[in-house]
């Protein structure tokens, strides 16, 4: 059973210059030294943060999401010399990665050196680190003064959260506090790129891309079980249902015939299909129950902002039992789109021969 708490809600005035003089970043880093739960917006999506070294703090959180206490957590640091605080050793990638990317969406692996209680690694030998981009999630870890264990800010399976109103609609009543900074710029979860030995890997695609990533330090592998669905992954949390709004997802790629076709074959057979489509092909489609645009083809940073809150807003309707989602090209940020779309998706695609 999670704890029912009254949530308390801050917000923040964007054009103030000294952040961590608001009330917000006070408030919520007091309540984070408190060893109790806020959620705060961070350039990929909303998290909800704890006190990393406090066990109290961390239980709080796989409580308030109902996480599997094998999906270990990331830790979030202000500064980049944090990281040999918690890490046994840093390789000279890792070094460059972190030169290159920090503050931003892009988490390293490092092996630990034991300081972190296990409830925040899963018990692995790895740690693994990040030092977000946004100025608020910076001033409330400055401010709060602990590195701050902060997974996506929802309930576990869910679309993540990209504006507070999200986390409101999943952890009201969970939660000591929500600090509301508007909507989040990524809209996907940072990239996970495992340093942890000799030759480094990407475990989960995400802000930034494999391409930024091979032009700072070469060819980096790509986790098997990201494609092949079926191997236990490197990541823990890759292994489970993820991102999925109440509808069953189906992604369909392919021609724009080939989507119709699969409209109308869900139809025959009774199913109320609603799609997820950019603005390009806003309006083609017939015989769908609900549309919902998701960005641009010509501009797929958009669609990474637009992508979960589209999903979640099926859920607001709850007409469509059945999300055709269209598939996107899946190079750059295309990458991350897709590995989310087939997660919510339980893997079900669909390809034009
Ligand atoms: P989330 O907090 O939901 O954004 O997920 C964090 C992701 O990082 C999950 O997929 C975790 O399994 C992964 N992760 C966290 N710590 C480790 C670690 N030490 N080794 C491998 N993957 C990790
Ligand atoms: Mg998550």
Redesign the pocket.
């Known amino acids: 059973m999670s704890e029912q708490m009254k949530t308390r809600y801050l917000s923040v005035d964007s054009d103030v210059d000294n952040l961590t003089e608001t009330g917000a970043v006070r408030t919520a880093a007091a309540l984070l030294k408190d060893n109790l739960t806020v959620a705060f917006p961070t350039e990929?999506?909303y998290?909800l943060g704890g006190n990393a070294e406090s066990r109290e703090a961390i239980e709080r959180i796989f409580r308030a999401k109902g996480?599997p206490a094998d999906?270990?957590?990331?830790a979030h640091v202000a500064r980049k010399d944090d990281v040999y605080r918690y890490a046994s050793s840093v390789s000279e990638q890792a070094e460059q990665l972190m030169d290159a990317f920090w503050p931003g969406p892009l988490?390293i692996?490092f092996p630990?050196n034991g300081t972190l209680p296990e409830a925040?690694?899963?018990g692995?030998?790895?740690?693994?680190l990040r030092m977000p981009g946004h100025p608020l999630a910076l001033a409330i870890i400055e401010e709060a003064g602990v590195p701050v264990a902060?997974?996506?800010a929802n309930t576990?399976g869910r679309p993540?959260p990209t504006a507070a109103v999200h986390v409101r609609e999943d952890l009201d009543g969970k939660i000591a506090a929500i600090v509301d900074g508007g909507a989040t710029g990524v809209g996907v979860?940072?990239t996970?790129v495992?340093c942890?030995s000799e030759k480094p890997a990407i475990?989960?695609p995400g802000g930034i891309t494999k391409e930024e990533i091979e032009n700072i330090i070469g060819s980096v592998e790509v986790d098997s079980a990201l494609s092949a669905g079926d191997e236990a992954?490197?990541?823990?949390?890759?292994k489970y249902t993820?991102y999925a709004p109440n509808a069953a997802v189906t992604v369909v790629s392919g021609s724009d015939r080939f989507f119709q076709e699969q409209i109308n074959n869900a139809a025959a057979q009774g199913r109320r299909v609603g799609v997820l489509v950019p603005e390009e092909k806003k309006d083609l489609f017939t015989g769908v129950e609900e549309e919902r645009i998701c960005g641009s083809v010509n501009d797929m940073a958009s669609v990474a902002r637009d992508l979960y809150a589209s999903l979640r807003s099926f859920d607001l309707s709850g007409r469509s039992d059945l999300i055709l989602a269209m598939a996107v090209p899946e190079t750059e940020i295309g990458q991350a789109i897709m590995n989310r779309l087939r997660k919510a998706a339980g893997n079900r695609v669909i390809a034009e021969k």
């Open positions: 990929t999506v998290g996480r999906n270990p957590l990331i988490t692996i630990h925040v690694t899963a692995l030998s790895t740690v693994a902060a997974p996506s576990s993540s979860e940072s996970v495992d942890s475990l989960r992954p490197r990541s823990p949390g890759m993820h």
